[in-house]
C-alpha cells in the first residue's frame, strides 16, 4: 500500500511538473461542440454532488426566472434511479476547442477499445489530456449526457421463485411469493413464454442495487428478459420492497401482453409497468397505484422501451412519481391518473409520450416537464409530447409546460389544460439540477395548437426559443415573450385567434389573414423584427389592430 501511495504521488507530482511548464495539461470537461476535427468542452473539477436526473431529481424544482416554487427537498442518485453516478462538475468558466488529430486517443472509461470523433456527443463528461490546442487524450465518461453502453443483462443474475427458462408454461390462479433480496416472484427467460390466468404475485426483501433494478429488472414482482413472451389475464401483484418494480421487460424481443391487472407497490423505485433495452408493454384495463418515491406508474428506462396501455386508473403518490415518465416511447389511451407528488407526465430526452382521451392531473413544481438530463439515461435529441381529446391539469403554481436543455415538440389537439400561474409555457435554462452546462441549456420548443384553447403566457430566456403554431380555429389568450429576452415565432391559420393581454415581442409572425383582423390587441403592441426575412411580408410597416394596439417593427 506504500510503495502505491508513493506511486501515485509520484505521478501527480509529474503531472503538476507538466503543467507548470506549459506542457501536456489534464482536465475534466463537458463537451460544449463538436466540429469536423475539433471538440469544445467546458472546463470544470469534479465535485462530491451526484448528477442529478432522470426521475430521480424530479422533486428538485428548476431555478429560472419564473418562479416554480421550491419543491421537496433533492434525492439520492441519477438517472431515473441510479444509486451511485459519477460526480458532477464544479465548472470554472473556461472553455477550450481541441484539434482532433490522427494521434488523438479517444477511448470510454472502463474500455479498452478505441474510438473516433464519431464516438462523441455535445454534453458528453470527459477527463482530458492536451497540449495546447492539440487533445491527446479524451476518455468519454460513463455518465452524462448520452447514453451508456446498452446491455440488457446486469451484473447480477436475475433468479424467482417461479422461472420459465425456455419453456411454455401456464399459471392458473396460483399465488406466488417471493420474501428473499434481490429475488423476483416470476421470471421469463431464454426464449420463455408464460400464460397466466388469476394469479397472484407478491415481492417482500429489498434490492441490493437500485441501477440493476431500474435497469434490469432485478428484485421485481414479474420480469420478462429478451425473446421471452408473456400474457397475463386478470393478474394482481403487490410489492412491498424497495426497488420491486411490479412488471418489467427488458430486452430486445421481450413482450408482455396484459388484459386486465392490479397493481400496488409501496416501496421506492418501484413502478408499476417498466420497459427498458427495447422491451415491450401492451396493456389494457390496468388499475396501478404507487406510494413510494421515483414511482412512475407507466415509466420506461435505460436503453429505451415501449408501453402500450388503453383503459384504466393511474395513482402514484410519492415524490419525483409522474403518472408517466417516458426515455422511450409511451402511448396511453382512455386512462385517468392523478400524480399527487409530482408532474402528471415527463419526457427525457429523444423519446415521447403520447395520450388520446386521457385526464391526468400532477401537482409537481409544473404541470409537464421536458428535459434532458445528464445521467446518460437517454439519447440527446427532441422529446416530443402529443396529447389529443384529453385534459391535463395541475395543482401547482409553475407553468403549464416546462422545457429544459433539450430539444422539445409539443402537439395538442382539442386538450383541456388546467392550471393557475397564468404561465403556459417557460422555456429556458437551469442552474439547480446540472442538466447541461448553465448558460447553455436551455430549450427549443415547437408548439403547435390544433382546435385548442391555449390561455397564459409563453416565456423564453435568452438562450431558449418558441415556435408557436396556432390552427384549425385555436385561440390564444396571452402575452409573448413580454420581457423581450429570448426567440419566440407565432403563426396563425385565417381561422385562429391571440388576444393579446400584455405587450409581446416576436421574432417573425405569420399569418394567414394578412388583415390581421384575427388579432385581438386590447390596446397592447406587439414588436416584431423588420430585419427577419419571414417578416419581409410587412414591409416594415406598422400595422394598427383590433383593440387599439399595433403591430410594429422593434426599435
Known amino acids: 500500500m506504500k510503495k502505491l501511495t508513493v506511486l501515485l504521488l509520484m505521478l501527480f507530482a509529474i503531472m503538476l511538473m507538466l503543467v507548470s511548464c506549459g506542457k501536456e495539461q489534464s482536465s475534466l470537461g463537458q463537451i460544449e461542440e463538436i466540429n469536423e476535427s475539433s471538440i469544445v468542452v467546458a472546463l ?157 404475485l407478491t415481492k417482500r426483501g429489498d434490492t441490493s442495487s437500485e441501477d440493476e433494478s431500474n435497469f434490469y429488472g432485478l428484485n421485481a414482482g414479474f420480469v420478462v428478459s429478451s425473446n421471452s413472451t408473456a400474457d397475463l389475464t386478470d393478474v394482481t401483484i403487490s410489492t412491498e420492497a424497495e426497488g420491486a418494480n411490479a412488471i418489467f421487460a427488458t430486452g430486445e424481443g421481450a413482450s408482455v401482453s396484459i388484459h386486465g391487472i392490479t397493481i400496488h407497490t409501496t416501496g421506492n ?17 390496468v ?47 382512455d386512462i385517468t391518473g392523478t400524480a399527487t407528488g409530482s408532474q402528471s ?48 391539469s395541475t395543482i401547482s403554481d409553475g407553468p403549464m409546460f416546462y422545457i429544459t436543455n433539450t430539444e422539445a415538440e409539443i402537439h395538442l389537439t382539442n386538450v383541456e389544460l388546467n392550471f393557475d400561474s397564468n404561465i403556459l409555457v417557460d422555456v429556458a435554462g437551469n442552474n439547480t439540477n446540472n442538466w447541461g452546462i448553465p448558460g447553455a441549456n436551455g430549450g427549443n420548443l415547437t408548439f403547435t395548437a390544433k382546435k385548442q384553447i391555449l390561455m397564459g403566457d409563453v416565456l423564453c430566456d435568452d438562450i431558449s426559443a418558441v415556435a408557436l403554431d396556432l390552427s384549425e380555429g385555436s385561440t390564444f389568450t396571452g402575452a409573448v415573450d413580454a420581457d423581450n429576452s429570448g426567440t419566440v415565432s407565432i403563426a396563425l391559420s385565417s381561422d385562429s385567434v391571440w388576444e393579446v393581454t400584455a405587450d409581446s415581442y416576436v421574432s417573425s409572425i405569420t399569418d394567414d389573414d394578412e388583415s390581421l383582423a384575427n388579432i385581438v390587441s386590447n390596446g397592447h403592441t406587439i414588436y416584431y423584427d423588420s430585419d427577419n426575412e419571414a417578416n419581409a411580408w410587412l414591409n416594415g410597416a406598422t400595422v394598427t389592430l383590433d383593440g387599439g394596439g399595433a403591430l410594429t417593427p422593434q426599435a
Request: glycine share 14%; charged share 20%; hydrophobic share 30%.
Open 44 to 200: 470544470g473539477t469534479a465535485k462530491e454532488d451526484a448528477m442529478a436526473g432522470g426521475e430521480n431529481a424530479l422533486s428538485e424544482s428548476p431555478e429560472n426566472d419564473s418562479d416554480q416554487g421550491e419543491g421537496p427537498p433533492p434525492k439520492n442518485g441519477g438517472a431515473e434511479q441510479g444509486s451511485d453516478p459519477p460526480s458532477m462538475l464544479d465548472f470554472t468558466g473556461e472553455t477550450v476547442e481541441l484539434e482532433i488529430t490522427g494521434n488523438t486517443v479517444i477511448t470510454k472509461e472502463g474500455s479498452e477499445d478505441f474510438l473516433d470523433i464519431s464516438a462523441l456527443s455535445v454534453g458528453n463528461f470527459v477527463s482530458l489530456t492536451y497540449e495546447g490546442h492539440e487533445a491527446k487524450t479524451v476518455i468519454l465518461q460513463e455518465a452524462g449526457g448520452g447514453v451508456a453502453e446498452n446491455s440488457s443483462v446486469g451484473s447480477i443474475e436475475l433468479t424467482a421463485v417461479e422461472t420459465i427458462d425456455g419453456t411454455d408454461e401456464i399459471l392458473d390462479g396460483e399465488t406466488v411469493a417471493a420474501e428473499e433480496e434481490n429475488l423476483s416472484s416470476v421470471l421469463v427467460r431464454n426464449g420463455g413464454n408464460l400464460t397466466a390466468n388469476g394469479a397472484r
Open 269 to 285: 423505485s418501484s413502478r408499476g409497468l417498466d420497459a427498458t433495452y427495447g422491451g415491450s408493454i401492451v396493456a389494457e384495463d
Open 287 to 333: 388499475d396501478i397505484t404507487t406510494t413510494g418515491d421515483h414511482c412512475a406508474t407507466l415509466a420506461t428506462d435505460r436503453g429505451e422501451g415501449t408501453i402500450n396501455v388503453t383503459g384504466g386508473t393511474l395513482s402514484t403518490a410519492g415524490d419525483g412519481s409522474p403518472c408517466i415518465y417516458s426515455t422511450g416511447d409511451i402511448v396511453a389511451k
Open 345 to 392: 407526465m415527463v419526457v427525457e430526452g429523444k423519446n415521447s409520450i403520447t395520450i388520446e382521451h386521457c385526464d391526468l392531473t400532477g401537482a409537481g413544481p409544473n404541470g409537464v416537464m421536458i428535459y434532458q438530463s445528464t445521467s446518460g439515461d437517454a439519447e440527446l435529441g427532441t422529446g416530443v409530447l402529443t396529447a389529443a381529446d384529453s385534459a391535463i
